[in-house]
């Protein structure tokens, strides 16, 4: 690799997870710990818990990014803005919440054996993609909210399933 160039495993995402990768060392493995506590690791993805569980998704569990042939540079830049349109000050509709989200996702398909009996690669990474931007940009209101104040977002979608449209 040039200097730069990335490998397209996790490690080369300026996130700290004590230079270990999938296996932690604590119990966890992603993807496939249906106990695992999304909030009590994010101090350890340095608060990036969607652009780390993202790229360990895509690059090492489900090994899409080789499958598919995606460039991991753009991967990576996707995630890490879809990660800043997720509000600091939303309490629930965070980059945590959408991390955790995707984690659960990545879980049923490999603890039900869904991924290798069923759904294709496409399919995952559909599956995926809809995971990591489900709450993207939400404002942690609910559309009734934005719909009474007059909200710009409601008069886009003219009072009608506000948040679920935009």
Known sequence: ???????????????????????????????QDVN???????ARCNWKPLTTFGMMLFTEHFDLVERLGLDVSRLQNFLVEVENGYLATNPYHN?????????????????SRMRATIFSDLEVLAGLIAAVIHDYLHPGTNNAFQVAVGAPVAILHNDSHVLENH
Not at 9 to 31: P, R, W
Not at 36 to 42: A, D, K, S
Not at 95 to 111: P, Q
């Open 95 to 111: 980059n945590t919440h959408a991390a955790d989200v995707t984690h659960r996702f990545a879980t049923i398909l490999t603890v």
């Open 36 to 42: 695992f506590n999304t909030v009590e690791v994010v």
């Open 1 to 31: 690799l040039e200097e730069g160039e990335l490998s397209g495993k996790s490690e080369d995402i300026l996130l700290d997870f004590d230079g270990q990768t999938n296996d932690h060392g604590d119990g966890f493995s992603l993807g």
